[in-house]
């Protein structure tokens, strides 16, 4: 029998439980490291697991942020700087990408306190993450408040993007597990993955075929 | 060497190139199939792969609808009845879930077209999927609108969750690789998961250790 939890039940949760939950229900989530810099020329790095595809023409992608009831160094650096980068977790440095959680004075570099190598582009005037595979520089565009509970939805455009050999297909499709990108679920669990299936472009008259992953030539 | 892509290259690429790349670019995504019913009591099925935790207290979900430039039966069902379903894809259902993407005429219900099985609660006046293992019903709380490209941001608020056996954590977690949740990558590719790592809450002067996973007893 199914475990049936009611709204009542939920409110009335101790809040570590709570937040537990309602983070791990959405489903598996992207998890990437957002690099910033502020006025001061300090590198920023943090773990954000919120992020959603926006459109592909502009290339939009936004992120939550939580309420700015404490400061929020990268929304903050956001908003100085206008750029931000965006960094995929791997294996390798999924503990150090965690770790840059930690609450460090705000004059301390993440980098310096993870032991993450930054990297910068002649574009972006914002730290790429080295050890990363996979990282693109985006744009401030936009945030849009979340009135319900004081978040907001931080909107950037892609300026560029960084990709590792042989994780471009033919078509444009990313096989981000040959790139070695993570996935969280909730706040700290982080997982690999193995495909399954693509699958093709659904219709009401044909059944479905696997599309083949073919590598892009160099 | 990485490949680099600059914002110009990305603005030339033919449409589904672009489309299958920028949808990779933010990593790993939560993918559902939403349930509603229309006002002629058609029940409809869509999968969406764009699902961002907004809070926990109170617990809100959102998810990203395309411009209405067409028509669109999930959001009008939702703004219709107030209220929709969330259901987590496994591999059973797959290939039925991506099926659900094909345009059917809207007195089609998606149930009939694949042969999922609808299944009713008392409380949401929407379909769930009843060989999905892991559900939940939302009231509609606020739709709000992406200026920049016409998508908009709809938001739910938790009323009640199903959780099969054994992936509900003693801490509130939920063992989504038990539950046996996809993830899916792009428009079409779907993954199985396998934990590396749950991480201890990060502290600036502490090192980090694994969190145990220990399910709940019943």
Redesign the interface.
Known sequence: ???????AD??Q????????????????????LIGTTDSNGTHNLAIF??????????????F?QRPLSVPRDTYNNILQTGYFT?N?LN?EI??QS???????PVETSEFE?TGLQPFFSE?IPAPYVTES??R?GLRF??A?P????G?L?V?GE????????GC??T????D??AAG???V??L?????????????????DAP?SE?P?TPLAK
Chains 1, 2 share one sequence.
């Open positions: 029998m199914p475990i049936n939890i009611q709204r939920i409110d949760m101790e809040r570590f439980f709570r937040t537990n939950l309602i983070n791990s229900l959405s489903g598996f989530k992207s998890v990437n697991s919120s992020f959603v595809h926006i459109g592909a023409n502009p290339p939009l992608m936004g939550i965006v995929h294996k999924c503990h965690h770790q840059t959680a930690a609450r460090y306190a574009k595979h996979l693109f565009r936009e849009i979340i009135p319900l509970n978040t939805l909107i892609i300026e560029e993007v960084f990709l590792p050999d471009l297909s078509d444009g499709f990313l981000l597990e990108s993570l996935t679920s909730g700290d669990a982080y997982y690999e993955t193995s495909r399954l299936s693509r699958l093709s472009y659904a219709k009401a479905l599309i992953v």
